[in-house]
């Protein structure tokens, strides 16, 4: 039998059975190139969505930090900061309560570290909490503000550090009475307040 001009398979005779056998000529080679491309194209495929994944899995890594670290030694931070600075940035302590300048400060503008001037608040995000600290609901930028766990003084607490000298803010609690949830307890001896200008506070 033919198939367009091709040979298709042969009849043979089976003897006193008068049985009819057929047997795969060209068929076979056609057969086996066709599994041959299928083949190829499953291990097309296959490679596209190995390469998709590694596209997945690396997104996290290519993101960048943009943040430029400030690294001083302690004793160039001694030099830059008043005693009661230090001992608040840099070796975690606490200023008394109600005791800081801007716990009850609500003056627009923005708040930066005071050890490195680097902006994490903004007046628009302060908030009154009766805690005696100034108290924020969220920072300027994500990745301003590095949370650290705090089992210190027999307590379980997030620690709150600016992240580009590792400078001790304070501690973030989720009792915040704002839509964030949250409350940033911060040390005046932390921040530094830099006024809005007139144009800023027309916007």
């Given at each position: 039998?033919?198939?367009?001009?091709?040979?298709?398979?042969?009849?043979?005779?089976?003897?006193?059975?008068?049985?009819?056998?057929?047997?795969?000529?060209?068929f076979l080679p056609m057969m086996i190139k066709i599994k041959?491309?299928?083949?190829?194209?499953?291990?097309?495929?296959?490679?596209?969505?190995?390469?998709?994944?590694?596209?997945?899995?690396?997104?996290?890594?290519?993101?960048?930090?943009?943040?430029?670290?400030?690294?001083?030694?302690?004793?160039?931070?001694?030099?830059?900061?008043?005693?009661?600075?230090?001992?608040?940035?840099r070796e975690k302590g606490t200023e008394r309560p109600f005791t800081g300048k801007y716990n009850l400060h609500f003056e627009q503008g923005k708040y930066s570290c005071a050890a490195c001037g680097f902006e994490l608040f903004d007046?628009?995000?302060?908030?009154?909490?009766?805690?005696?600290?100034?108290?924020?609901?969220?920072?300027?930028?994500?990745?301003?503000?590095?949370?650290?766990?705090d089992l210190s003084h027999g307590m379980v607490r997030t620690e709150i550090l600016c992240s580009r000298c590792g400078g001790h803010l304070g501690h973030i609690f989720d009792d915040g009475p704002t839509a964030t949830g949250q409350r940033y307890c911060v040390n005046s001896l932390s921040i530094?307040?830099?006024?809005?200008?007139?144009?800023?506070?027309?916007k």
């Open positions: 039998m033919y198939v367009n001009g091709a040979r298709f398979f042969e009849v043979l005779d089976c003897g006193k059975a008068g049985m009819r056998r057929f047997k795969v000529l060209s041959y491309l299928l083949f190829l194209q499953a291990i097309v495929v296959l490679l596209s969505c190995q390469n998709r994944e590694k596209t997945k899995q690396s997104k996290p890594i290519v993101v960048m930090d943009t943040i430029q670290k400030m690294e001083k030694s302690e004793e160039e931070w001694r030099k830059i900061l008043s005693p009661e600075q230090y001992y608040v940035l007046a628009g995000h302060k908030f009154e909490s009766h805690c005696g600290w100034p108290s924020f609901d969220n920072e300027i930028g994500e990745g301003r503000i590095v949370k650290k766990k530094n307040f830099t006024p809005a200008t007139d144009s800023t506070q027309k």
